[in-house]
Every structure is written in C-alpha cells, then in structure tokens.
C-alpha cells in the first residue's frame, strides 16, 4: 500500500496526498517499509557503477573506486539520507503551528509529506547505474525540482493549511532541507578525514 503511492504521486498527486492524509500512518512504519526501502535505491546503484562500471574523464582513462571505498561512501550516503528525511519530517511538524497547522504530539503526517515528497530523489537513484555526471546531476536536478513541487502541493492537503499560507510554509522548509543537505555534506567530508574518504583505481 505505501509503495503505491510512489506511483500515484506522478499520475494524480492531489488524490494521493488526500489518500496520504487519511492514512495518518504510523511514523516507524512509514520508515521502515517506504523511506528506508526506496532510499537504498541511490547508495546500490551508486556501488555498483563507481565499483565496477568507472567512468571516463579527460583523456577517456576509466576511473573506479575500491569496492571497499565504493561501500563506504555508499553506506554514508544511505545514512545521510535516512536522517535528512527524519529532519525533514520533524521540521515541518515543529513548524506546524507557526503557519496555522496543527503540530501533531506524533509527527505522522510531518514524516509522511517529508518521505513522500523526496520520491523522485529515491526513484532519481536509477540513473547513477549509468556513470556520466552530466546525465546524473541532470536527473537529479529533474528530480529535485519535481519533489519541491510535489511538497508545495502536498502541504495544504496533508497539513490542513490555506494554499497562502504553504508558499511561505514551503519558501521554510526549503531553506531546512538546503541546510540538512550542507550539514550533511559537511559531516561527509569530516568523516573523509578520519579514512573514509574515496580511493580511486584505474579500470
């Protein structure tokens, strides 16, 4: 049932996220079974093609990484993304009151539009099987785009709000997501340091 919406949201988002809403489904179930199965999509495929595949750069000389490497980077991506969603989720709970919905004691719906709203980037995570940057950030910046838009519309409807008042509510929950995505970045290259940084082969 929660993978059906991962359909649904690109045929008819507005009957979805209605559908979503009525659900008030429970958070750790909604995590374990949509968000931590679909994010794994992006950090697999990821493996596969900087371990095995490579890619060409300059003078067309295959560049891979470890498989050591490749599942280190892989598994802290998956790790960043399980808790971007989390953060996300209870953003748009804590925020709630402030732009006139009602803060939930269990952020069910927060963590609802939250992983449901990030689909696209899940699903995006196929691309990366095919190994060329510009095609990758390409499908990503699509998808990024289309998960904006998908919060935007979803946030009236799941939060119970005026559609005046989801611009400025998501104008806010942009700017958190863009700052879960630096911290992260941030705390990757931290870690890069202490030896978990990527170790490139020659194919």
Not at 3 to 24: M, Q
Not at 121 to 148: D, E, H, I, K, Q
Not at 153 to 167: F, H, N, Q, S, T
């Amino acid at each position: 049932m929660l993978l059906s919406h991962a359909f649904g949201l690109f045929t008819h988002p507005d009957e979805e996220w209605a559908s979503i809403r009525k659900e008030h489904e429970n958070p750790r179930r909604l995590y374990v079974a949509y968000v931590v199965l679909l994010a794994a999509i992006a950090p697999v495929c990821a493996y596969i093609s900087t371990a095995y595949f490579g890619w060409t750069i300059g003078n067309d000389r295959l560049i891979k990484l470890t498989e050591i490497s490749a599942l280190q980077l892989s598994v802290l991506t998956y790790i960043s993304m399980l808790v971007g969603v989390f953060a996300l989720g209870y953003a748009i709970n804590w925020m709630a009151r402030t732009y006139g919905a009602k803060e939930e004691h269990v952020p069910s719906n927060g963590i609802a539009l939250a992983a449901y709203s990030c689909t696209p980037l899940f699903l995006a995570g196929f691309a990366l099987l095919y190994p060329v940057p510009w095609f990758n950030a390409l499908v990503f910046l699509v998808a990024a785009c289309y998960g904006a838009w998908l919060m935007f519309d979803g946030l009236p409807i799941v939060m119970g709000i005026e559609k005046e008042r989801a611009v400025m509510y998501g104008g806010a929950l942009l700017t958190v997501a863009l700052v879960i995505l630096v911290s992260t970045r941030v705390g990757s290259v931290i870690l890069w340091n202490f030896g978990i940084g990527p170790v490139f082969v020659s194919g």
